[in-house]
């Protein structure tokens, strides 16, 4: 694949990672300029799961792959952008399927997660394809204190460089809170096991587990090129001030530490009846796992009213299918003790007020207390960052959220040669976030070795293939199916809440798999307008079936996109204009709703649209 | 190459006040040559019938041979449709529009199946008067066999073979000026902005409607040496007048300024607003009209716009005195009114 900025024929012009706008009006004449479909970021935002995965992974590429059977290639290029496909098949927060082109012409998007897992469960072995390790090191050190996912990616970018790497985390094995908090009817430990294998097993990277890092001045002086710091945000919330709250202590637990206990076995049960406070995914994992445990009657409570829980709509409705109920706008008011024993909490009932910056207040009902009877509590409302080993009169900088002073771009520190990543960083995100800051801190690191600028990062590879095959026909898949989103088969119940390390979800089989891929509407295979080839025979607006393309007189970009043949409302879609043509119109497509079907291609006749295979894959450390 | 079309559509595509969307317009997926201009109109046609809200069971569709005459497949999958032989779909229509005056006719023909072999036939529909709309696809050639020219075809265009038309063409709209049309106007496939109210206002006009549209043929006529080419007739296009329909009921709302706009009610009580131009004359004067067009001719121009209207015109039924009754409605009742009747209707004759 080819440089974006090799090209000397200028198809695309490097502009480092951060999309720019594209659309510029032209305040004079009020019009939209044409636009400039050489920003390799114009043809990214149009594929939108991948603009919207922190990673950016090419997926309709893989969904392709899927389609085709060919899974090991599917995984592989996964691994090469978010490194755990395994796991993030699994667990991931998936922002890329409520970004989902499909999700906006039907019900549902492409189940793109779990296809990931399909490319995972189907693949053959990878470890003889994955990019060797240099044996020869590049003579430069660098520590990575914790083994969560931020740092294990800087490990395995950096290794394949021939970086020599020190991994320091306080516990038995690699994955940080992948291995400690996902329960494992979510994410099973061989999954772990393996991804984290094809890191660490394959030299370049030495392990220091079960070492907590004391003072981090101590690696500082140790001589290392560079640190880099993934230590997550290890701390749970508690409700310190709550009446009863000490006298309750036996029987309240912290809802992160008491998942790690349970996967490090020091937890083995729970009583009947159990109240799990919060509304996030933490307190979604605490009540299903207390399901497993034991906990008959177990129950989640959230201030909040549910539609603005922080937990993910699917995992809310996992947990709720696992008979657990929610109780919303309810605020804890005391811990209820009886003879040394909890008997149950009160709670204050409250409802949302909005003020007119849509700011939300709980206020109470004024209603009597709710008694809610309970024999345990866990409380998961929130995590905090922590940095016990790093001396408040360290040279590294932290801000009033106790949060360390960052460039948010290379993710260096106040102290050079230390940079941050993971929920370390900005505090609680999730695991593609983290992989996303793992090769964002091992590009700045590398730059930063080898003493070159931080800011002039590696330019994403982008390529482009012309899709046509023949007289109206195509390489791609063009045609549209029509089929919903497949359901992925899971355990029975009884047996699933028996064991906590039964995997819940089964995984696609390959049929229901591939029309799940084929579902997917293409969108890097991009509609490329001539506008010199273009005679204005209308006939791509009349084939267009979601009436994106219209040939109309320019005009300011607000007031134009009023004037489209269907208005183009979704601002954060993008409008294609075009140069103007020999009428004096110019023709605009709304990104929006395009199937990319490629009727407006079949149906020009002289070849003004074509269908081009738009490829963008981001920068690792060590391109150029 | 797709054989059918996508069935998504935008999910905020426009309702009309039936609550359809343009779907319950649509037909299948067309079958002619990429850019022809018969799928622009056809496009015309479903939107034209979509913002008037005609349930789509009112209308019938017919036809006689070409591509021209194929395309009613590609619009309305869910009105009455007839495809007749070459050249005869006026016979058809004529008998349809007898036996039920209820529904919307549209005949949809090509400048082959009309000025050739379906001459007689037009001629005789138009002076009848028919309550329809005509719509001659005028590509200059037949499209269907292989683009032969056909007889509108300009003396001197040139096809993609490249000789010279050595006839004297058929302009069809002058024709049916002269044959007493109630409503004549010329449009071009390329140019919905005029197109769309044409058709509109075509439809309802009651009486006979004739509409030409010019429309390329992209495989055999588009040759700029074409009269009937994109680049061709977009050079040479006139436009006689711009125009608002504006249907019965809606409040006029175009704005622009009073005493440029001249309206001219239809019999349904719509409207046809002309503005831009004060050519009152020619829209209700069947004689300017045909001096335009003489005019427009010699100055190698296509003129369009609505050409001529006369609001009042009477139709087939009228001129019949015909039942207001669609026949299938009619009982026995009506139908055997018994000996008396017929005795003095026998009376009558003597
Ligand atoms: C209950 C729960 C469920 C979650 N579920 C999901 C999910 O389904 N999907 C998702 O995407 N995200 C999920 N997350 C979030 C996700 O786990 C984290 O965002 C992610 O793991 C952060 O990665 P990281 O590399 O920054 O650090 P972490 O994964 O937190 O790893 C940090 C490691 O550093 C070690 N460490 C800390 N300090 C030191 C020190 N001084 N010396 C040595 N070692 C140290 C820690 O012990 C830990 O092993 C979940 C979080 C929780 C709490
Ligand atoms: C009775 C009869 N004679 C001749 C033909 C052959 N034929 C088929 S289509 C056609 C001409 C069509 O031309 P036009 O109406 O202009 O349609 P276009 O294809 O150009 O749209 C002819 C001569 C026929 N089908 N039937
Ligand atoms: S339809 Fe496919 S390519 Fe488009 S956003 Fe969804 S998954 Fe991505
Ligand atoms: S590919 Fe072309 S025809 Fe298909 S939806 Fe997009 S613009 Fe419309
Ligand atoms: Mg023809």
Known sequence: MQKAHDRDDTVFEPTGRRPRPIIATNREQLTVK??????????????????????????????????????????????????????????????????CRRGRVEEDPVAICRLKRVAADHRDDVLPLLPPVPRGKNGKRVALVGAGPAS?????????????????????????????????????????????????DRGGITTRFNTYVADLQDLIEQGYDAIFVGTGAPRGRDLPDLPGRSEADKFVHIGIDWLAGVVFRHVESISRRVLVLGGGNTAMDCCRTARRLGGEDVTVVVRSPQSEMKASEWEIEDAMAEDIPIIDNHVPLEFVVDDGILVGMRFDRVEPQYDKNGRRRLVSTGEEPVFLPCDEVLLAIGQ??????????????????????????????????????????????????????????????????????LHRRPAPAVSLADQKLGFHDWIYDSQVIEDGRQVVPTVDKAKSLHDRLIEVELGFPS???KTEAKRCLNCDVQTVFDYSLCIECDACVDICPTTCINFTD?????????????????????????????????????????????????????AAWTMVKFVYQSAL???? | MSYTRPTFRHPEAHKNQLGYTRTAYEGSISTLCAGCGHDSIVNSIITAFFEMSIEPHRIVKLSGIGCSSKTPAYFLNRSHGFNSVHGRMPSVATGANMANRELIYLG????????????????????????????????????????????????GSKSRKGAPVALESIDLCELALGLGAGFVARGFSGDKKQLVPMLKAAIAHKGLAFVDVVSPCVTFNNAPTSTKSYSWVREHMEITNTFDFIPLRQEITTDYPHGSSIPVTLHDGSMISLY??????????????????????????????????????SDFHDINNTITTPLNRLGEKELCPGNDILQAFNDSLR
């Open chain 2, 108 to 155: 949809v023909s090509g400048d082959g199946d009309t000025a050739s072999i379906g001459m007689g036939q037009f001629t005789h529909v138009v002076r009848r008067n028919l309550d329809m709309v005509y719509i001659v696809m005028n590509n200059g050639c037949y499209g269907l066999t292989k683009g032969q020219d056909s007889a509108t075809a300009d003396k």
């Open chain 1, 152 to 200: 294990l990616t800087v490990a395995r970018d950096l290794a394949l460089l021939g970086y020599e790497l020190d991994l320091y985390d306080d516990q038995s094995k690699a994955g940080g809170f992948i291995r400690s908090q996902i329960p494992s009817f979510r994410l099973p430990e061989e999954v772990i096991d393996t991804e984290m294998g094809y890191i660490l």
């Open chain 1, 621 to 624: 450390a060590g391109d150029s």
């Open chain 1, 384 to 453: 905090q960052n922590a940095f016990p080993f790093i001396a408040p009169d360290s040279a590294i900088e932290f801000n009033d959220k106790g949060l360390p002073v960052l460039d948010p771009n290379t993710l260096q520190s106040s102290v050079p040669s230390v940079f941050f990543g993971g929920d370390a960083a900005f505090g609680p995100g999730n695991i593609i976030i983290a992989v996303e800051h793992g090769h964002q801190a091992a590009i700045s690191i590398d730059l930063f070795c080898r003493g070159e600028d």
């Open chain 1, 511 to 513: 049929t229901v798999g």
């Open chain 1, 554 to 606: 320019n005009g300011e970009e607000d007031e134009l996109r009023e004037r489209l043949l269907v208005p183009a409302r979704n601002k954060t879609q993008d409008l294609y204009v075009s140069e103007t043509l020999p009428t004096g119109r110019v023709m605009v497509k709304d990104e929006d709703v395009c199937l990319h079907c490629g009727m407006c291609a079949e149906r020009c006749p002289t």
């Open chain 1, 34 to 99: 044409p636009t400039n479909i050489k920003n390799p970021e114009y043809f990214h935002k149009v594929i939108d799961c991948q603009f919207a995965c922190p990673a950016h992974t090419a997926v309709p590429e893989y969904i392709r792959l899927i389609l085709h059977e060919q899974y090991t290639d599917a995984y592989l290029l996964n691994w090469h952008s978010n490194v755990f496909p395994g796991i993030l098949g699994r667990v991931c927060d998936r922002p890329c399927e409520p970004a």
């Open chain 2, 276 to 313: 831009k131009r004060e050519d009152k004359e020619i829209i209700t004067n069947r004689q300017e009209a045909i001096n335009a067009l003489e005019q427009a001719r010699s100055a190698s121009q296509v003129l369009t716009g609505i050409l001529f209207l006369n609001p009042d015109s």
